[in-house]
């Protein structure tokens, strides 16, 4: 184990330095040779900070994360539980584990079905390495320092193939982290025909979680995916997600931010053929000092595409929420439509929203809108219920719950889990609402 | 009067720019490019004081080491400050102070065909067709008249360029220049605060409401240069001022930069309404010459009441970089913003505004309507800031695009910072093309399409139009059919 | 009047006019009946020269030229008017700068002199207070906010306006009250003139009741499958689209 305090990229690098003999795949040349271009990366780029328009209002990483350690972490497979439990237990269904950034227990359990292909990163390099030769290449031309990051550190990762079925099997990965290093990559494509549920709970207790996603969606899929952030205290996570839209292929995706710590999830989507359709729905119920930012961008390449965004949340004590949302609609991409919303409770006045919602349109036929509100509860409303006999205090709930619950009530993510209302009264306990 | 006509297309052109001529008068022009000692060369013309002369080369040595800035959704060249000229003016209009009667008559047809008057006895006598407005006229660096000034020094109202307000009123100035817009706010406003020629300045006493529209009119017509004007206004408790300000600029191939700075300061109670009519030359169809309007326009609401009101029609230059903001300190200031910005052919625009809220019960509105029509390409950049203390605070923006053709962009990039639980805060933004139902029914009822266009579009607009000056309503309504020419069929 | 010869129509590939042929002659108000899907819309907005209809085969003469071929604002000047079944609105132009526009448009397009202000206003007032109209509504942003009744009340202000010689009225009376289509049917029947034709397109018998035609057309899968007089609706009223159609058939 080795304990170093990271406060630049230099420090990760020469961590990289130190464990690459270790890493997976370190007899690979095709995959040192990208480790190593993606640590000189890393070095040139920096580590984000404030400076970058992408990272504006999230308060330099360095600050954050402290100390971290790449500890060689636990193999013993963890019986996380979420106290969330599947709406229709019939489905196939299967949980992942990952501990301090790899996935615990023996990579062979992981099941074989004839329409479900699941591997880990050093079963992927055994079998079959030109499935994850393209991706981790593309990573190592990244802009993004958490990208080059990931790559250079990568020791374990989930590579999840899905053909047509009937069924629509559903995916829990959980992840848990004691204060190390954990980056962790999830690769899924649906193939034609292909429909899957997604869940993916993060935990964090300390350290730096640097997630990466890259989902492809073929032609005709649909993919429903529920990402619950940081539940951890002082933990940073860090997500960036892309994701590819064939031909009426539908993705929804339901994010929560819960946690006391900097949770950051940047989501990139592109629909790249007609038909597609994207819905990101989104919940922030923070106090403390937890900070979140939702950073996507939502690229219509192709006519008929449509996406819609909805991000409400309340923000208590010093919390501070971030919302980046862009919609882009390229040349060509006729009767594209991009709807985006982000609205706020504000419960303290050292509470901070910062909303910038997007638009950069190059194509005349489309239908393009988006709004932003913050404010205080409805004091008419909270007068209105008190006058009806309700105690102040359960007034307050009721507001912030049914302003919340239309994030979750549309949510197509959470068709399969209605857990929309469990999830908004565990966060308003936690935060004693 | 020499008109440049050199080829076909300049010809054709100028039917559609009416303003694009040239004057030709002989003119007191600086060396080409930008120097410490062309700094203290237009100092010296003007006679300033040094504490100016300071201010001036401070920022001089500041702009030297700052960056451009880059943000902006915009493409255009590096920009070489060294090919132009720092400083032009009319020979006669540089010696001293000037009444009306000596001004070169070649300006005053000038403005004449511009349809701005400067005969005072004319307008008194209902000659002319605007009446009840003071003029700054701005020639390339200097100013070369100013009217009413008589009729406003009665009420006590200080309207003159600010090279005359150094010499008469240097306190006021000195007092109120670079408070607003600090001298390193940005580059552009950096190098105004360095080599500013000229620009108008206005007081308004306490309690007095401001008899007369206020008006500058600014005129861009030696070739290679820029022009540097600096505004000052400064509305003193309980005053009212309206203050109005066109722009034009010949036709020439080459781009001309024009980097102003607009300060306001309201004090308690006081009221100043801002509105603007740009149409600067925007360039041929094909995106060639034109002028790069680089402005950096903010108003401090610093008295308790207070409100600063811009309105603003953007239909001219090649690029337009500006976002007249507010700072709204004084408790219950209320700060506007108004714009239609157009953009055809190959024009780009960046415009928006910043809210800045401080003071507590602050209240701000946005409305900002953009149409981008030919191969154009269009922004609006916004910021919305609730500070801690800005209790009670308001703001409502409004933000619509509209699409005509299929070549050109749309984009909006709004920043909101909400940092109060007592601050209410609502931005709507829409994008959308011309709709198509919409034309087809003017059409029906034999409207022809072009003038279709136009009619819808100033449909979009009538929120902001409402908000200017009847004057200057009227001029805008017809601008905005002008600007969207050929941007149909 | 108009001479519509084997006309067909497709939009978007799908035929929907398929070889249909109608004389109206000047001074005339024919009535056109047809189901749902039928192709009454089609019709109007072609004959009106909205794009994204697709004329495949057959012309159409109006005063013996070639309609088709002009831009809609040309036929408006010719003097063709659509009332439209769903009156566009156009936010931030006040109903009488829009009236003022068309008019003096179409004056200008027929060699005439445009209307000064002031008569405009007398003209318009008049005109407004004979349809039941509120000067208030004058003011209003163009069908913006307006009921359905008072955007097809509008529609025939701006009728009365524009004074055309071929005045196709598609599904006015759809969504009026009685009050509203009476009035609707008294400025049509004021309207009547020799010079001036009407071609009323509705599902409903009840408008003929109101605005008698010379001659009645039932309209089914793209063609004119019977003509006939007043008694056609009463036995369309009475019997429905059904027992036409398969006797047609």
Same mark, same amino acid.
């Given at each position: 184990?080795?304990?170093?305090?990271?406060?630049?990229?230099?420090?990760?690098?020469?961590?990289?330095?130190?464990?690459?003999?270790?890493?997976?795949?370190?007899?690979?040349?095709?995959?040192?040779?990208?480790?190593?271009?993606?640590?000189?990366?890393?070095?040139?780029?920096?580590?984000?900070?404030?400076?970058?328009?992408?990272?504006?209002?999230?308060?330099?990483?360095?600050?954050?994360?402290?100390?971290?350690?790449?500890?060689?972490?636990?193999?013993?497979?963890?019986?996380?539980?979420?106290?969330?439990?599947?709406?229709?237990?019939?489905?196939?269904?299967?949980?992942?584990?990952?501990?301090?950034?790899?996935?615990?227990?023996?990579?062979?359990?992981?099941?074989?079905?004839?329409?479900?292909?699941?591997?880990?990163?050093?079963?992927?390099?055994?079998?079959?390495?030109?499935?994850?030769?393209?991706?981790?290449?593309?990573?190592?031309?990244?802009?993004?320092?958490?990208?080059?990051?990931?790559?250079?550190?990568?020791?374990?990762?989930?590579?999840?193939?899905?053909?047509?079925?009937?069924?629509?099997?559903?995916?829990?990965?959980?992840?848990?982290?004691?204060?190390?290093?954990?980056?962790?990559?999830?690769?899924?494509?649906?193939?034609?025909?292909?429909?899957?549920?997604?869940?993916?709970? /993060?935990?964090?207790?300390?350290?730096?979680?640097?997630?990466?996603?890259?989902?492809?969606?073929?032609?005709?899929?649909?993919?429903?995916?529920?990402?619950?952030?940081?539940?951890?205290?002082?933990?940073?996570?860090?997500?960036?997600?892309?994701?590819?839209?064939?031909?009426?292929?539908?993705?929804?995706?339901?994010?929560?931010?819960?946690?006391?710590?900097?949770?950051?999830?940047?989501?990139? /989507?592109?629909?790249?053929?007609?038909?597609?359709?994207?819905? /990101?729905?989104?919940?922030?119920?923070?106090?403390?000092?937890?900070?979140?930012?939702?950073?996507?961008?939502?690229?219509?390449?192709?006519?008929?595409?449509?996406?819609?965004?909805?991000?409400?949340?309340?923000?208590?004590?010093?919390?501070?929420?971030?919302?980046?949302?862009?919609?882009?609609?390229?040349?060509?991409?006729?009767?594209?439509?991009?709807?985006?919303?982000?609205?706020?409770?504000?419960?303290?006045?050292?509470?901070?929203?910062?909303?910038?919602?997007?638009?950069? /349109?190059?194509?005349?036929?489309?239908?393009?809108?988006?709004?932003?509100?913050?404010?205080?509860?409805?004091?008419?409303?909270?007068?209105?219920?008190?006058?009806?006999?309700?105690?102040?205090?359960?007034?307050?709930?009721?507001?912030?719950?049914?302003?919340?619950?239309?994030?979750?009530?549309?949510?197509?993510?959470?068709?399969?889990?209605?857990?929309?209302?469990?999830?908004?009264?565990?966060?308003?306990?936690?935060?004693?609402? | 009067?020499?008109?440049?006509?050199?080829?076909?297309?300049?010809?054709?052109?100028?039917?559609?720019?009416?303003?694009?001529?040239?004057?030709?008068?002989? &003119?007191?022009?600086?060396?080409?490019?930008?120097?410490?000692?062309? %700094?203290?060369?237009?100092?010296?013309?003007?006679?300033?004081?040094?504490?100016?002369?300071?201010?001036?080369?401070?920022?001089?040595?500041?702009?030297?080491?700052?960056?451009?800035?880059?943000?902006? @959704?915009?493409?255009?060249?590096?920009?070489?400050?060294?090919?132009?000229?720092?400083?032009?003016?009319?020979?006669?209009?540089?010696?001293?102070?000037?009444?009306?009667?000596?001004?070169?008559?070649?300006?005053?047809?000038?403005? *004449?065909?511009?349809?701005?008057?400067?005969?005072?006895?004319?307008?008194? =006598?209902?000659?002319?067709?605007?009446?009840?407005?003071?003029?700054?006229?701005?020639?390339?660096?200097?100013?070369?008249?100013?009217?009413?000034?008589?009729?406003?020094?009665?009420?006590?109202?200080?309207?003159?360029?600010?090279?005359?307000?150094?010499?008469?009123?240097?306190?006021?100035?000195?007092?109120?220049?670079?408070?607003?817009?600090?001298?390193?706010?940005?580059?552009?406003?950096?190098?105004?605060?360095?080599?500013?020629?000229?620009?108008?300045?206005?007081?308004?006493?306490?309690?007095?409401?401001?008899?007369?529209?206020?008006?500058?009119?600014?005129?861009?017509?030696?070739? +290679?240069?820029? @022009?540097?004007?600096? $505004?000052?206004?400064? &509305?003193? *408790?309980?005053?009212?001022?309206?203050?109005? *300000?066109?722009?034009?600029?010949?036709?020439?191939?080459?781009?001309?930069?024009?980097? =102003?700075?607009?300060?306001?300061?309201?004090?308690?109670?006081?009221?100043?309404?801002?509105?603007?009519?740009?149409?600067?030359?925007?360039?041929?169809?094909?995106?060639?010459?034109?002028?790069? +309007?680089? %402005? $950096?326009?903010?108003?401090?609401?610093?008295?308790?009441?207070?409100?600063?009101?811009? $309105?603003?029609?953007?239909?001219?230059?090649?690029? $337009?970089?500006?976002?007249?903001?507010?700072?709204?300190?004084?408790?219950?200031? %209320?700060?506007?913003?108004?714009?239609?910005?157009?953009?055809?052919?190959?024009?780009?625009?960046?415009?928006?505004?910043?809210?800045?809220?401080?003071?507590?019960?602050?209240?701000?509105?946005?409305?900002?309507?953009?149409?981008?029509?030919?191969?154009?390409?269009?922004?609006?950049?916004?910021?919305?800031?609730?500070?801690?203390?800005?209790?009670?605070?308001?703001?409502?923006?409004?933000?619509?695009?509209?699409?005509?053709?299929?070549?050109?962009?749309?984009?909006?990039?709004?920043?909101?910072?909400?940092? +109060?639980?007592?601050?209410?805060?609502?931005?709507?933004?829409?994008?959308?093309?011309?709709?198509?139902?919409?034309?087809?029914?003017?059409?029906?009822?034999?409207?022809?399409?072009?003038?279709?266009?136009?009619?819808?579009?100033?449909?979009?607009?009538?929120?902001?139009?409402?908000?200017?000056?009847?004057?200057?309503?009227?001029?805008?309504?017809?601008?905005?059919?002008?600007?969207?020419?050929?941007?149909?069929? | 009047?108009? #001479?519509?010869?084997?006309?067909?129509?497709?939009?978007?590939?799908?035929?929907?006019?398929?070889?249909?042929?109608?004389?109206?002659?000047?001074?005339?108000?024919?009535?056109?009946?047809?189901?749902?899907?039928?192709?009454?819309?089609?019709?109007?907005?072609?004959?009106?020269?909205?794009?994204?209809? #697709?004329?495949?085969?057959?012309?159409?003469?109006?005063?013996?030229?070639?309609?088709?071929?002009?831009?809609? #604002?040309?036929?408006?000047?010719?003097?063709?008017?659509?009332?439209?079944?769903?009156?566009?609105?156009?936010?931030?132009?006040?109903?009488?700068?829009?009236?003022?526009?068309?008019?003096?448009?179409?004056?200008?397009?027929?060699? #005439?002199?445009?209307?000064?202000?002031?008569?405009?206003?007398?003209?318009?007032?008049?005109?407004?207070?004979?349809?039941?109209?509120?000067?208030?509504?004058?003011?209003?942003?163009?069908?913006?906010?307006?009921?359905?009744?008072?955007?097809?009340?509008?529609?025939?202000?701006?009728?009365?306006?524009?004074?055309?010689?071929?005045?196709?009225?598609?599904?006015?009376?759809?969504?009026?009250?009685?009050?509203?289509?009476?009035?609707?049917?008294?400025?049509?029947?004021?309207?009547?003139?020799?010079?001036?034709?009407?071609?009323?397109?509705?599902?409903?018998?009840?408008?003929?009741?109101?605005?008698?035609?010379?001659?009645?057309?039932?309209?089914?899968?793209?063609?004119?499958?019977?003509?006939?007089?007043?008694?056609?609706?009463?036995?369309?009223?009475?019997?429905?689209?059904?027992?036409?159609?398969?006797?047609?058939?």
């Amino acid at each position: 184990m080795s304990i170093q305090t990271m406060t630049t990229a230099k420090s990760f690098v020469d961590l990289y330095a130190a464990e690459k003999a270790r890493l997976p795949g370190a007899d690979l040349p095709w995959l040192a040779a990208l480790r190593e271009q993606a640590a000189a990366r890393l070095l040139e780029l920096g580590l984000p900070t404030a400076r970058m328009e992408q990272w504006r209002y999230t308060p330099a990483l360095a600050n954050r994360i402290g100390t971290v350690s790449f500890t060689e972490g636990g193999l013993e497979a963890i019986g996380g539980h979420t106290g969330l439990e599947l709406g229709d237990s019939t489905r196939i269904s299967t949980r992942i584990a990952w501990q301090d950034g790899r996935i615990a227990g023996p990579a062979a359990a992981l099941p074989a079905l004839p329409f479900l292909k699941i591997r880990s990163l050093e079963t992927l390099l055994a079998e079959d390495p030109d499935l994850a030769h393209p991706a981790l290449a593309a990573d190592a031309e990244s802009e993004s320092a958490m990208a080059l990051l990931n790559l250079a550190l990568l020791r374990d990762a989930l590579f999840v193939e899905l053909g047509e079925t009937e069924a629509r099997p559903l995916l829990w990965s959980r992840q848990e982290a004691s204060g190390g290093l954990a980056n962790t990559r999830l690769q899924m494509t649906l193939q034609t025909g292909a429909a899957a549920t997604l869940v993916e709970e /993060i935990d964090s207790r300390a350290g730096l979680s640097n997630r990466r996603t890259t989902i492809a969606l073929a032609d005709g899929t649909s993919l429903r995916h529920v990402i619950l952030l940081g539940e951890g205290q002082d933990a940073t996570d860090l997500g960036e997600m892309q994701l590819r839209l064939g031909r009426d292929a539908r993705y929804s995706v339901f994010l929560r931010y819960g946690g006391s710590g900097l949770a950051r999830q940047a989501i990139d /989507i592109d629909l790249t053929a007609p038909g597609a359709e994207a819905q /990101i729905n989104g919940l922030y119920l923070l106090g403390g000092r937890a900070h979140g930012d939702l950073t996507s961008h939502i690229r219509h390449q192709a006519p008929g595409t449509s996406s819609t965004t909805l991000f409400k949340g309340v923000l208590d004590d010093r919390a501070r929420q971030v919302f980046r949302g862009k919609i882009t609609v390229e040349a060509g991409a006729a009767r594209s439509d991009g709807r985006m919303s982000n609205k706020t409770l504000l419960l303290s006045d050292k509470a901070e929203i910062d909303s910038k919602p997007e638009l950069m /349109i190059f194509h005349d036929e489309v239908q393009c809108a988006h709004g932003a509100t913050s404010g205080k509860l409805d004091e008419q409303a909270l007068f209105y219920l008190r006058s009806r006999g309700l105690p102040l205090e359960e007034a307050r709930k009721l507001l912030i719950r049914s302003f919340l619950s239309e994030a979750a009530e549309g949510a197509e993510a959470l068709r399969d889990l209605p857990v929309g209302d469990l999830l908004i009264d565990k966060q308003l306990q936690r935060l004693g609402q | 009067m020499a008109i440049s006509v050199e080829t076909a297309r300049q010809v054709k052109e100028l039917e559609r720019y009416k303003y694009g001529f040239v004057t030709d008068i002989e &003119a007191d022009t600086a060396p080409k490019g930008l120097s410490e000692e062309i %700094v203290r060369f237009i100092s010296a013309k003007k006679g300033e004081p040094q504490w100016l002369l300071n201010w001036r080369l401070k920022a001089y040595e500041q702009w030297l080491s700052m960056p451009e800035p880059d943000w902006a @959704q915009l493409s255009f060249p590096p920009i070489d400050y060294q090919d132009a000229y720092y400083y032009s003016a009319p020979k006669q209009a540089s010696d001293g102070p000037k009444t009306i009667g000596d001004v070169d008559p070649k300006l005053l047809e000038t403005y *004449e065909k511009l349809g701005i008057p400067l005969h005072e006895q004319e307008i008194l =006598a209902g000659v002319q067709e605007r009446s009840n407005i003071a003029v700054d006229a701005v020639f390339d660096s200097v100013s070369v008249a100013t009217t009413f000034k008589h009729k406003l020094e009665e009420a006590g109202v200080i309207f003159c360029s600010i090279s005359e307000a150094v010499q008469r009123c240097p306190d006021l100035v000195r007092r109120y220049l670079g408070s607003v817009v600090p001298v390193g706010d940005n580059k552009h406003a950096c190098l105004n605060s360095a080599v500013f020629t000229d620009g108008s300045f206005v007081y308004i006493p306490k309690g007095v409401r401001c008899p007369m529209e206020l008006s500058t009119y600014f005129r861009i017509n030696a070739a +290679n240069t820029g @022009q540097f004007e600096r $505004t000052l206004i400064v &509305a003193d *408790e309980g005053s009212h001022v309206s203050y109005l *300000e066109g722009c034009t600029a010949p036709m020439r191939d080459e781009n001309q930069l024009h980097a =102003a700075v607009v300060e306001l300061v309201a004090l308690d109670e006081a009221e100043i309404k801002y509105s603007t009519v740009q149409n600067w030359y925007p360039g041929d169809a094909d995106g060639v010459g034109g002028i790069y +309007n680089f %402005v $950096t326009k903010r108003g401090a609401c610093r008295g308790c009441n207070s409100k600063i009101s811009w $309105t603003q029609v953007e239909t001219g230059s090649a690029i $337009t970089w500006k976002y007249p903001s507010c700072i709204l300190q004084g408790e219950g200031s %209320v700060g506007e913003f108004h714009s239609i910005a157009i953009t055809n052919n190959h024009q780009q625009a960046d415009t928006g505004t910043k809210m800045i809220h401080l003071g507590p019960n602050t209240k701000s509105r946005i409305i900002s309507k953009g149409i981008s029509a030919g191969r154009s390409s269009q922004s609006y950049r916004g910021l919305v800031k609730i500070s801690p203390k800005a209790h009670g605070a308001r703001n409502h923006t409004q933000c619509d695009s509209l699409l005509v053709g299929d070549s050109c962009a749309a984009h909006t990039v709004p920043y909101i910072e909400s940092r +109060n639980a007592e601050a209410q805060v609502e931005h709507e933004a829409t994008t959308s093309r011309i709709s198509e139902d919409q034309l087809f029914y003017c059409r029906q009822r034999g409207i022809p399409e072009e003038q279709a266009v136009a009619l819808v579009v100033n449909g979009f607009c009538r929120d902001v139009l409402q908000q200017l000056p009847m004057e200057f309503a009227v001029e805008a309504q017809k601008l905005v059919g002008i600007s969207l020419e050929g941007s149909v069929g | 009047m108009l #001479e519509i010869e084997n006309l067909q129509v497709a939009v978007e590939g799908k035929e929907i006019l398929k070889g249909l042929s109608l004389k109206l002659p000047a001074g005339e108000v024919h009535a056109i009946m047809g189901p749902n899907g039928s192709g009454k819309s089609t019709l109007s907005y072609v004959l009106a020269g909205r794009d994204g209809y #697709e004329v495949t085969q057959g012309r159409v003469l109006f005063k013996g030229e070639d309609l088709l071929e002009m831009e809609p #604002e040309k036929r408006a000047a010719a003097g063709v008017f659509l009332a439209f079944q769903y009156p566009v609105e156009i936010p931030g132009v006040a109903n009488t700068t829009f009236l003022k526009e068309a008019a003096n448009a179409v004056r200008m397009a027929r060699g #005439e002199e445009p209307h000064d202000a002031l008569r405009f206003v007398k003209l318009l007032r008049a005109k407004t207070k004979e349809l039941g109209m509120s000067d208030e509504m004058l003011k209003r942003p163009v069908n913006s906010g307006f009921s359905g009744g008072e955007k097809k009340r509008n529609e025939m202000l701006q009728m009365a306006m524009l004074e055309p010689s071929l005045a196709i009225l598609d599904e006015t009376d759809s969504g009026l009250d009685i009050d509203a289509l009476k009035t609707v049917s008294d400025a049509v029947n004021a309207m009547r003139a020799e010079n001036r034709t009407f071609l009323v397109i509705t599902h409903y018998q009840r408008l003929l009741n109101h605005i008698v035609p010379d001659q009645i057309h039932v309209l089914a899968g793209g063609r004119i499958v019977r003509s006939g007089g007043q008694e056609l609706a009463a036995e369309l009223e009475a019997r429905g689209y059904a027992d036409i159609l398969s006797a047609a058939a």
